[in-house]
Every structure is written in C-alpha cells, then in structure tokens.
DNA sequence: TAGATTGTTAATCGATTAACAATC
DNA sequence: TAGATTGTTAATCGATTAACAATC
C-alpha cells in the first residue's frame, strides 16, 4: 500500500466524522461537493483524497457507510491500541473520561501520578496509580503508547522514562517540545499555540476592518482578502 | 507590517516556549542551530521566522529576553481577550483550570452549562453559568471570543448562538467541522484527528521495521527513509 | 584577522487547486 | 442520450531547505 501524504491523514478523521453525521441524518451518499463545502476545501481536494478507497460512484458519490468502514481500515481504527497516560491533573482527567477516543482505537489502560493522594482514584473506568510505578508497567505490558499530560517542567523527564520503558509514540500535550531518540514518534497537541494562531488571524481580521472603514475604497479589496477567513480553517 | 505565514505564526509559541525554558536555566543566548535541534526544523528556517524580529546577534545568536518580549509583541500576548466557554465537562473544566492560557493573553470570564445542577460552580476561578444565559451576556459584554467544548451533535447550535451574539473568532473542542459565516474565525482542535497522526505513524513505523526484519538487503533503504519519524513532529 | 552566526535569495519540495477526460 | 459526478493529470501555490553573502 502506498504511504499517505501526512495532510491527507489529518483529514480523514474529519470525512469520518462528517460521514458519521451523514450516517445518523439516515443519509446514504455524499458528494465531494458536499464534502468540501462542510470542510472548507477544494472539491478536487476530497476527490483526490478519497479516490485511494474506491468507493466513490459516478453521479451519486460516496456512499456513507462504506466509505466510513474503508476510512477505518486505513487508519487501523479497528485494532485497538493500548496507551499509558502520565498526569492525572484536569487534563489527564478530562482524557481519561473522553470516551470518544475508543472509537478512534485508543484505549487508555491506566494513568500515573506523582502526587500518591490521587493513587487509586478511577476517572472514566481508568485507575490511578503511583508515579514510580510506570516504567515497569510499561515494559513488562509492552505498552507502545505513552500520553504526557504533566507540567511542562516535568515532561521531558517523564518522556525520558517512557522511552526508556519501550514507548514508541508520545502523544504529548505539555506546552514544551520534547526531545526524544529518532525512532520515536511525537506528537505535539500544543494548545497555546493553537489559541495563538486563532488569535493572530483575529486581530488580522479586525484591523483590517477598520482599516477599511478608515479608507472607504478599499471595499473591493477588502471583500477579496476575506476568502481567508472563511468558515473552517484546519490544519 | 507586514502579514506573517500561517505556519510561522503556529511556530512563534514554539520559540517562545523555549526562550522560556533557556530563561529558567539562565541562558542569555540561544541561536538558530540550537533553536532548530529542539523543534526539529532546519536552522534556516528558524532564521527564516525570525529575522523579522529584528533580534538576532551576529556570533552570539538571539537575546532570550528580548526575543520573548518581540515574540509576545507580535503575537498580541499583551492585549488580554475576554471570551466565553460553553460546555461544564471534563474538558471544559480542564480548560478553566489550565492558567497557562492566561500568559497568552486568554481569559475565559465564564463558562456556561446546559445542565442547571452545574450552574454555581466555580472551576479555576471560572464561574459556570446557566446555558440560557450565553448569548444576552456574551452581546452586553461585547465577548467575541467562544470556545466550545459540548458534545458533537450540539457544537453547531452553540456556534450559531455565539455568532449571533456577535462572536467573531470560534475555538472548537468538539470533533465536528462547524458552519459559520465567512467574517467569523474558526479553529478546530480536534484531539481524535491529531491522535489518528500519532497512531497512523507508528503502525507505518511497525510495519517498515518488521520489513526491514523479514528482507535483510532493505537495511540502507529503510535507515534513509527514517529522517521521516526523527524526533519532533508538529503541526 | 579569522571564525561564527545571522539574514536573505534561489532551489526544492509538498500540498492544493484547476481542468478535463472517463463513466455511470 | 444528456447530465452529473468521480478520478487523474498538470499548473499553481505555499512552505521548507540549501547556499552564500553580510557582519560582528
């Protein structure tokens, strides 16, 4: 099978989800034009993306139930997989009860925390155990996925431990890049910089605004730059 | 001044993440080949974004405080916006007690709930309110920013509700793509698609390694394509 | 001065869009 | 058949990297 373009990973979630909609609506098909109007993106975009899982048919379009069950396959949503979760503060909390995230196949199996006061606390049928005790969990129940939901000052050392247990993807949601060996994989969910960036293009919008209210003739211009802002805007 | 790049502007907490970090240990320098290892980017690049700051050293680097302050400068970190939360949960609540945010100028006065048992709460200084309640305040109090944290299926109607109350800019928990007029910003932070990444990446990690076991010669050929899955992956 | 490091330009790479042929 | 819609190729756009001149 060929690999898939990083970008096009990131939206199958989101065909996903809008199929999912679909599906409940009572829907049985969905045009790329459709597709692309709810995702804010090229027609041809979604046609291209999605013309690797052979489901779309002529003059109908995709069929939602299928094309659901063939998203799931790519992405191995069905194999379950099993993580550990470090930091069972609001956050890690809030993930232990995201009940969403079975769908997708992410099974949190157990969280840890530095604090033995919240050892032996359930949140979301997930139970807390003590810090010290995550190494060897991890290694001897082969664990390949480690979730860093702690301070920032502490989240490299607890990557650290994680690798060193046999991690082989840290879903890290610390504000701090992590440093880790080369075989692997991070992924950052850097909340700041995600509030940053809506914040920036909202400032953008808004002095441009009032930039236009200033200049009165700059209308026309003004109306063209707004494709920009339009609805969505995923990355 | 002029309009930064969309991929810039999502680094720039990156950099001052860090200038953060090498403020804690004392540093006073930091340059661009450092900068690079820890983000997992090439040195130019780091350059790139930063020689609009201005603050760059020629064989010393880049000053750690004043990059900070010309980083917070440029991203509007100084100009605190109000917004408003809809949605008591455990994301919600991890959201009103996350005071990271606040040294990105984010400050969520309240929060709003459409189970009224919730309503009194107060989580991290937040106060819940009853749901009915959102959208009179949020016009009185001129709130343009709404971050939205309900389950999928009711996400639309609470963006429907903020934009007619006059919200210009929509930070969305929910794992559903909304509709909103086009003068309206969106930015979706969709944990199942960043998680999907993670998890599609490592079984092609899995899957290149065992290759690489059952056919030997592949050895040289499976070394080069790991540049991919070196260290640090943002987005 | 020599060495190190920035800033900037040109080259490359990757992702999106536009156009259109294929087909049901 | 005519019309609608997919799949695919070529063109464009945007972001990153490589190279190097400028400079402290």
Redo the contacts with the bound molecule.
């Keep these: 099978m060929q690999r898939l373009?990083?970008?096009?990973v990131k939206r199958l979630p989101q065909y996903y989800q809008i199929l999912n909609k679909m599906k409940q609506h009572g829907q049985e098909y969905i045009?790329?034009?459709h597709f692309a109007r709810l995702l804010n993106?090229?027609?041809?975009?979604v046609?291209?993306d999605?013309?690797c899982l052979?489901?779309?048919?002529?003059?109908?379009?995709?069929p939602v139930r299928l094309t659901m069950e063939r998203i799931g396959q790519l992405l191995g949503m069905r194999n379950t997989k099993e993580a550990f979760l470090a930091g069972a503060g609001s956050l890690g909390r809030a993930l232990m009860a995201y009940s969403g995230l079975k769908e997708y196949g992410l099974k949190i199996t157990a969280a840890f925390d530095a604090d033995p006061a919240k050892a032996g606390e359930i949140v979301g049928g997930v139970k807390v155990l003590p810090a010290e005790k995550l190494a060897d969990l991890m290694s001897r129940m082969n664990i390949s996925i480690g979730i860093i939901a702690v301070p920032a000052d502490t989240a490299q050392g607890v990557a650290d431990v994680m690798v060193g247990a046999g991690a082989l993807a840290i879903w890290n949601f610390a504000p701090m890049t992590l440093q880790v060996p080369g075989n692997v994989i991070v992924r950052n969910e850097n909340l700041a910089a995600g509030y940053m960036l809506l914040s920036y293009e909202l400032e953008q919008n808004l002095s441009r605004r009032s930039e236009s209210i200033d200049e009165k003739h700059v209308n026309e211009q003004a109306a063209g730059e707004q494709a920009l802002p339009q609805g969505e805007r995923n990355t």
């Design positions: 373009e990083v970008a096009m045009s790329s034009e993106v090229d027609p041809s975009l046609r291209r999605l013309s052979a489901t779309g048919i002529q003059k109908l379009g995709y």
